[in-house]
């Protein structure tokens, strides 16, 4: 069995979710994070991150925006 190949590097990795506590682990892996409180919101700050920018509080932690 051939060992996995990684498709990302953590810094390229966004994950987006509703609930803090399951941003936690992501966060913790290096991944950026995004609270999706509201669909444009969260729209709205993955295209900042696709075009490169950085959110207000760096990687987002969970209990960021």
Do not use: C
């Amino acid at each position: 069995v051939a060992p996995l190949t990684p498709i990302a590097a953590p810094p390229d990795i966004v994950y987006l979710d509703d609930f803090d506590q399951d941003r936690a682990p992501a966060a913790a892996l290096g991944w950026t994070t995004i609270h999706v409180a509201d669909a444009t919101s969260a729209l709205a700050q993955l295209d900042d991150v696709l075009r490169g920018g950085a959110l207000d509080d760096g990687p987002n932690q969970p209990g960021g925006q």
